[in-house]
């Protein structure tokens, strides 16, 4: 488990406010990895070894493994078993139901001696309301992170229409701010937004938000920290593709650490600016 002070002391020491994003795609693996018993394992264990050191968070994406059924669950569990602990673990799984299956989804990513994954936070959408999130709060030092203003384009659809409260996607912070305090609740704001963050700041001050859509659909990561970054840094940016494809050859975990670097040093110098560190 990671607390909110462990999380920030992690930033400043580190110099990054990065998250790693394992959406592992066999399709799209070097080749040679092939002829490992499990290849995403290898894959994914090859890419924290060369970038644990410029990140504070992995996200491994629950699609990417759900895809492959009993085996990718067993490539997801031995990932989560090799990702140091200094690390923020968040499985990007979200769910959303009533309340006693909400309980079965937090026992599957929470509770390593029921499933063998004790992931320290979870993606959830809150779409069911309060007795749909409830139940992973009910889990002592775990973190939930609600959907608040996506990256995608879709995000139009819903989260803009207008409520009594503004924006749906404002009307979702303000409620979740009920339900637990920044300690516990993360949101997710899409860095395609990065002129929103400004707005979102104002329901949600202290919350940490989880960012992704910087690297490959082009958000800008000095944009986000411009508009969303706050005392304690507040933001843990995501980027996936753009790290761990950055090559599909033999050098991809070199490739990956040098994309992941990049970052960081950029990071540094935001939170520089900012006054963070
Ligand atoms: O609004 C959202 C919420 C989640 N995601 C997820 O983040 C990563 C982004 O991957 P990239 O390769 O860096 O684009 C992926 O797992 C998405 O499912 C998001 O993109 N937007």
Do not use: H
Request: negative net charge; aromatic residues 12%.
């Amino acid at each position: 488990m990671i607390s909110r002070q462990q999380l920030i002391d992690q930033i400043k020491q580190k110099r990054s406010f990065l998250c790693v994003g394992l959406d592992t795609d066999i399709e799209k693996i070097p080749s040679f990895l092939k002829a490992y018993p499990d290849p995403i394992f290898e894959f994914n264990k090859r890419i924290i070894d060369a970038t644990q050191d410029l990140c504070v968070a992995y996200k491994p994406n629950s699609a990417f493994y759900e895809a492959y059924g009993v085996k990718g669950l067993q490539s997801l569990i031995a990932t989560w078993e090799y990702l140091p602990k200094d690390c923020l673990s968040i499985i990007d799984a979200k769910r959303g139901d009533i309340g006693n299956t909400s309980d079965k989804y937090a026992k599957a990513f929470f509770d390593e001696a029921s499933s063998g994954m004790g992931f320290d936070a979870i993606t959830v959408t809150p779409y069911m309301g309060n007795d749909s999130v409830t139940p992973y709060l009910a889990y002592d030092n775990k973190w939930i992170i609600i959907l608040a203003l996506t990256s995608s384009v879709g995000s139009k659809d819903f989260q803009y229409l207008t409520t009594e409260n503004g924006f749906l996607y404002e009307t979702v912070i303000q409620k979740a701010n009920t339900w637990a305090g920044a300690d516990r609740i993360m949101y997710v704001v899409g860095a395609t937004k990065s002129t929103e963050f400004t707005n979102i700041r104002k329901f949600a001050p202290d919350n940490f938000l989880l960012v992704p859509g910087v690297g490959a659909q082009g958000g800008s990561l000095e944009d986000v920290c411009k508009y969303g970054m706050n005392k304690d840094c507040g933001l843990l940016v995501n980027a996936s593709r753009s790290i761990i494809y950055a090559s599909n050859g033999e050098d991809f975990a070199d490739a990956a650490r040098a994309e992941a670097l990049k970052m960081q040093q950029q990071m540094e110098v935001e939170l520089e600016k900012a006054g963070v560190i």
